[in-house]
């Protein structure tokens, strides 16, 4: 049985203990499906991925997993294996610090920045799209919570999520999730809901909660895909420009305080990016 190169890293995290956990098996080259979400599940974090040999046109390739499915993008993984690849170097990054990922979602442009516990990494979302699905009836907690006149919409940037604004980011943090309404949504019941911060000086512009009930994770600390989505959101709506940026807050409810740097590129493609914090570096025999 190999013992494969093994680490645990917490990404969009400013120290060790925040942000999102996230599993990477740098040697998963001979792991079949149903190994690799054995392990995913043995694991038990909200994601895992496996380091594959790239294909033509990528610099790296992973498979993400959670718990219980695979799924084609996700943010935080992505993020996380971006800085495992330059920091193993299983890959280099071009004079202009870019890379290019390889997952179920296609080929995605990676840029790095800095080096060591102080890189910063930004990954390009998939281009979201708007679902066509009409919003289910709220239930009382998130019905009160929701900005006057805001209703849940679906998007989709690889996973599905449903999207809801808070009219207070006091109120959103105190929000106390209906799960079990969550996750009879329709997309596998997962919602994000996010407001804009009650003060201009608290170092980010949004903060955000997802709750992903429908699919073993009842609220997810920090969240790539769903930031992603929020943004893809307010660019909809005229709130957020090409070329502009913010950051999110996301994970003080769940003590993994993170921070996820959002961007938007001239040509209206959404960037999420962060630090990254090794926490464990070892072997799995599997």
Known sequence: ???????????????????????AVVDADGLDDAAMQAIAAWLNLSETVFFLPPEAGADYRIRIFTPRMELPFAGHPSVGAAWAAVELGLATPDDQGRLVQQCAAGLLPVR?????????????????????????????????????????????????????????ETALRRYKPELAAIAALPGKGKLAVFAAAARPDVGYQYVVRAFAPGVGVDEDPVTGSANALVAAHLLAQGRLAPGQQYRASQGRERGRNGEVHVQVDADGHVWIGGEVQPVIDGHLDW
């Open 1 to 23: 049985m190999p013992a494969r190169r093994f680490l645990q890293l917490d990404v969009f995290a400013a120290h060790p203990g925040a942000g999102n956990p996230l599993a």
């Open 112 to 168: 790095v920045q800095g080096g060591g516990r102080f890189r910063l990494l930004h990954v390009r979302s998939p281009r979201a799209e708007r679902r066509d699905v009409a919003a289910p009836p709220l239930p009382p907690g998130l019905a009160g919570l929701a900005h006057p006149g805001a209703e849940p919409m679906l998007w989709n940037n690889g996973p599905d999520w449903w999207l809801l604004e808070a009219g207070d």
